[in-house]
């Protein structure tokens, strides 16, 4: 039975039975031996029986309204603000199972309030980084104005100064559209639409995208796969991801440097590795880079907002995929991307 899986409800049933038995046979014996006035020890015997089963249950249940009280002095004691309170359950049976599942409400209402506070903590943090994201260009802005307005009369100064301001613009754009889409996906407003797509396809026109930007660098960007290889994804925002990664490698290298992107097919996965002989990333920042904003203390990159190697590993586990570095500082580093090829069970 459920109810003697308590060991103190077990000891009042042990101890009640035994003061019955015992009395009862003391109260057998006198009625056996037929003593003088046996009837009047009998009920010496009744008695006694019941006032050992009153004061045993009356003791049990003064226990039990103590550990009730307790219970719930603790429970007051979480909705004033005292995180840490918790209600014994140490013994068996279902008042115990009870208290164990209050406790373990409290926890999941714990982690939800720490859950709230890193999140706002988090907000905070991203606003403080978006604001000091957006200073940089804005104050460049201002200063570029302002000498085109002292310089005006001056052709070259006019021409150099629109062109910085343009890499301005553009840098606050790409920081806006890339905080929109990496939003959108956290709040799963996009859907990922997946289709066959060829992976060539879609690795040449990046290329193609990057193809001005490697020649104005004088850097190699080289694409080699196989031409068959088909994968089941959203195009567009796998180009991004892509995109991004590729981007990533264009900013970290010099003059004459290359980049290199190939892709092959497994059993189970398309594996797509992109690589550069760049600057390398230190190995402290390698479990980092993929933070939203996230700025080495190494890095000289005064162009970068990071955004973009986040966006990427978003966009790829939104496909059921895996993204992994490997660099080594001064010799460059290299990005695979893993993509699970859908099975028919």
């Not at 056996?32 to 029986?49: D, E």
């Not at 999140?119 to 104005?145: C, G, M, R, V, W």
């Not at 890499?167 to 859907?191: H, P, S, W």
Request: charged share 25%; with cysteine.
């Amino acid at each position: 039975m459920k109810i003697l899986a308590n060991g103190k409800i077990k000891k009042l049933f042990s101890v009640n039975l035994v003061i019955i038995i015992t009395f009862t046979l003391i109260s057998g014996v006198f009625a056996y031996l037929n003593f003088k006035n046996s009837a009047f020890y009998v009920l010496i015997c009744s008695l006694c029986i019941s006032i050992s089963i009153i004061k045993t249950s009356f003791d049990y249940f003064k226990e039990q309204n103590q550990i009730m009280e307790d219970a719930a002095r603790q429970i007051k004691d979480y909705i004033s603000g005292k995180e840490n309170s918790r209600i014994e359950c140490n013994d068996e049976g279902e008042l115990y199972r009870l208290f164990h599942e209050v406790n373990s409400l409290v926890a999941i209402l714990n982690a939800h309030v720490v859950s709230e506070a890193n999140s706002k903590e988090f907000l905070k943090d991203t606003i403080s980084d978006i604001s000091h994201q957006l200073k940089t260009p804005l104050a460049a802005l201002n200063i570029y104005n302002g000498i085109m307005e002292e310089d005006i009369e001056n052709p070259k100064t006019i021409k150099e100064f629109t062109k910085l301001s343009e890499e301005e613009l553009d840098r606050i754009e790409i920081l806006v559209q890339n905080l929109l889409k990496i939003t959108k996906l956290d709040a799963g407003t996009i859907m990922i639409e997946k289709t066959l797509e060829n992976v060539s396809d879609m690795m040449h026109c990046i290329e193609r995208h990057f193809a001005y930007r490697a020649k104005n660098e004088n850097k190699k960007l080289y694409m080699s796969g196989n031409d068959s290889i088909n994968l089941f994804c959203d195009r567009n925002w796998l180009i991004e991801a892509l995109s991004n990664i590729v981007k990533n490698a264009f900013d970290h290298t010099k003059e004459e440097d290359y980049i290199s992107a190939k892709w092959r097919e497994f059993a189970s996965v398309t594996q797509i590795i992109i690589k550069d002989n760049g600057t390398g990333i230190h190995e402290e920042d390698l479990n980092h880079i993929f933070k939203r904003f996230y700025r080495s203390r190494f890095s000289k990159d005064t162009k970068g907002i990071g955004l973009g190697l986040a966006l990427s590993k978003a966009i790829i586990e939104e496909h059921s995929g895996t993204i992994q570095v490997d660099s080594e500082l001064g010799s460059g580093t290299t990005f695979t991307i893993n993509l699970l090829i859908p099975t028919k069970l």
